[in-house]
């Protein structure tokens, strides 16, 4: 840990983020992220057609982080990140020059993408060549079964949990950490997805990992954490995805959370990318992961983390009420009101785990 | 389908099982299973430590098949099964010279070992040279994700599922496909497992597919196969198991089943390979699947399939009627009292759905 809100393993990074000619937010999500959580480690955001303007003025993130044209312009930088997530995951291929030239540089090179650096016959001999190193976040070469062993009973284990996808599980989970940090607890981010694994600078991209190793895999990154007091796990799909429900398990069984808190999105009807599928309701849920959890070990929800972006500021009050009524349990917004209610759950439950 | 209790899809394999020098029930548990269901397509097993001997004297199952010390004797072989399962997966050394000879021959060499066949130059080179095929059924390259779409509600889905790994999951599947083909269904077993797709000639290695996946990849095997009637699909791991829960409910919410059969052995108390953890109740796991399935469609158990390997005549009557008493649910051990009560359910169910 190298400050005191820190949640990234390696603050050395000193990063450009190439988001070159795709520079909005849906498709440059990957760089919004880092730039909001990892915004000391970033130099400059490299995009030609937007240079002199200040990354906040580009992607509404980033304060005043230059953007720039080319790598002259960032002599100290020490790694480019492919700052994008594009639809079939492959890089822009105007990028390969720009790419080329950071290794030659003698820059790393980090992505997120399906298809890997590594892989790239040209990158991987310019690589080695320069001495540079391709890191795909994405790849894995997980093949150890959960031994379910060697896990410390004074590591509180809290595990973000879904309605659905993509309703800001990784967020809750940072800044619940960034919250506990503040607060002086010894917590740690563990990212289980390719974006949390770009900003931790750790992790494992859980999804990528072949079905019979990922509560192995989960298991390990729980393990090489515990010199920690609170780990803040990253959660991934959800138990009623039809597509995704075995990764949600396999993080569940694999982090065998004391605590979960449950995320969604107010105002989604239906699953992420499957507009004909209703979502099932809050209450089906929080039954489903509660007896899911507790075939393992003792485990609860302990708070609801609303993403109320589509809500009016009244929109939101009203829901939060609504929410806290029918469960009575803690329910916030983490950017709208602050993770405080759920830290101060996570305190209640490590307190009430303690005295046991 | 190629007779009327063929659960195989390809009855043409010609098979030489080799077991050289492993030939022991439960090394050669591949062999076995083989030989079990598959028994018109096996020509001889291999074994020089055992020649002259019967399968049936070597392996207790098999029958006349004769035990061979090359494959001179079988001239007619068109295929070379890999007949063991051994700890590492590995090829032993002294079964090369047999596997090239094999090839050499141009006959297919079929094999469930996770150390895969065709990424071995040596034999990938011989099998390009003679024009033959390296099959390895764990290999896939599975991409796609579950769709729920273009399932046909005339094509009933039936899933295995257990308490726990290895209680019998494929044989009961195949024992009530074949039932149901002897009652005049038109019944196919969807393999999941290794063993099984050597046994069917198709289907997919679930536990070996990217976790992204599996849903899809299950989904895939129904598509294919639902101008079938009723598909008895191979269940996998327990969603109890701290290893391979996610595997089994990606199959689960893969195949969305109409019905489930519960198996379990009598007698077992701690998870397999865990001993130090102990099972989850008949009772717990029958709710922690029938509310899992739910997530995704109106399912439930139709019966109990009881492994009463361990138990004697008696024991096993007795603890039959016991679970039936708690579960008010048919009961039976498929080896020793027959499918007969699991297939009349299936049946039950399938009718009780036409109704609707």
Redesign the interface.
């Known amino acids: 840990m190298n400050s005191a809100d820190s949640i990234s393993a390696d603050s050395d990074r000193r990063m450009v983020i190439l988001t070159d000619g795709h520079s909005n937010p849906l498709t440059a999500k990957t760089a919004c992220s880092v730039l909001r959580y990892c915004q000391s480690e970033v130099i400059a955001v490299l995009d030609t057609t937007a240079t002199g303007q200040t990354a906040e003025q580009l992607l509404g993130v980033g304060g005043t982080i230059p953007v720039i044209a080319d790598l002259d312009s960032a002599p100290n930088a020490k790694t480019l990140l492919i700052g994008i997530a594009p639809p079939g995951g492959k890089i822009p291929e105007h990028w390969r020059p720009i790419i080329m030239s950071a290794i030659a540089r003698g820059m790393n090179v980090l992505s997120g993408l399906h298809e890997f650096l590594a892989q790239d016959s040209e990158f991987a001999t310019a690589a080695v060549t320069a001495g540079t190193e391709l890191i795909d976040v994405r790849h894995n070469d997980e093949h150890e ?4 062993s060697g896990l410390r009973s004074d590591c509180l284990r809290i595990l973000t949990i879904g309605q659905d996808c993509c309703v800001g599980k990784m967020v809750v989970s940072i800044e619940l950490t960034r919250d506990l940090i503040a607060r002086r607890h010894r917590a740690k981010f563990v990212a289980t997805g390719q974006t949390g694994i770009l900003i931790a600078g750790d992790g494992c991209p ?7 190793f ?3 895999a989960v298991e390990k990154q729980i393990l090489a954490n515990q010199e920690h007091d609170i780990l803040c796990i990253e959660g991934q799909g959800s ?2 995805h ?6 949600t ?2 993080l569940l ?1 694999g982090s065998i959370p004391h605590g979960m808190v449950l995320c969604y999105e107010a105002g989604r009807k239906t699953v992420h990318g ?1 507009p ?2 209703d979502l ?1 309701s809050l209450a ?1 849920l929080k ?2 992961y509660e ?2 959890a507790n ?2 070990m003792p485990s609860q929800i302990i708070g609801i983390a609303m993403n109320s972006r589509l809500l009016s500021a009244a929109a939101a009050e009203e829901e939060r009420n609504r929410v806290r009524d029918e469960f009575q349990l803690p329910v916030c917004d983490v950017f709208r009101h602050g993770p405080a209610e759920l830290s101060e759950a996570v305190l209640k439950l490590k307190q009430r785990i303690q005295r046991r």
């Open positions: 079964v959960a031994n379910r859980i999804d990528c990992v072949v079905s019979d990922i509560s192995g138990l009623a039809p597509r995704y429900s075995a990764v398990l396999g069984h499957m004909d599928i099932a089906v039954a489903a007896s899911a075939l393992m």
